[in-house]
């Protein structure tokens, strides 16, 4: 997942942030990984990057828009979110799971979005948030409304 942006600058946060991921299990014990970089967390865990890699790996896209490739990506809303990992179940993959998560209060922050999610709902447009740091708090259970 991509983080698109209209600047290719990074914020300071005054205030922790909740965020979303959707992770993928990877072990009986619950260990998770990112879907796209295979990046391993634990629950509880702070995970941090150096602000100038972040910025070391910002490309313009074009259009005055710029792509986020390092950092943490997560789904800014947990309707996106929900919408997301409907739209993974739907595809076939049982073994992701959407987790509630924080960005520390100091990280720095690019919001933007990503174009390649669900495509049934915003054309596939969903609200993003790259950071330096990031916590994954906890899985969200998942009520089937059947």
């Not at 942030?17 to 391993?40: A, C, M, P, R, W």
């Not at 896209?61 to 997560?74: A, I, Q, V």
Request: hydrophobic fraction near 35%; aromatic fraction near 10%.
């Amino acid at each position: 997942m991509c983080n698109l942006s209209k600047s290719h600058e990074l914020e300071k946060i005054e205030e922790p942030l909740t965020v979303y991921k959707i992770l993928e299990v990877v072990d009986e014990e619950g260990s998770l990984k990112s879907i796209f970089q295979d990046f391993k967390y634990q629950l509880k865990k702070k995970y941090a990057i150096p602000v100038k890699q972040i910025l070391f790996n910002v490309y313009e896209r074009g259009e005055g828009l710029y792509e986020f490739s390092d950092g943490f990506h997560c789904i800014k809303t947990l309707e996106d979110a929900m919408e997301e990992i409907d739209d993974i179940f739907y595809n076939g993959d049982p073994h992701c799971v959407l987790c509630k998560c924080t960005i520390p209060k100091g990280s720095r922050v690019s919001f933007g979005w990503w174009d390649g999610g669900n495509p049934r709902i915003n054309d596939g447009v969903i609200a993003t948030v790259v950071s330096s740091a990031v916590i994954v708090n906890e899985i969200v259970e998942i009520k089937n409304e059947d």
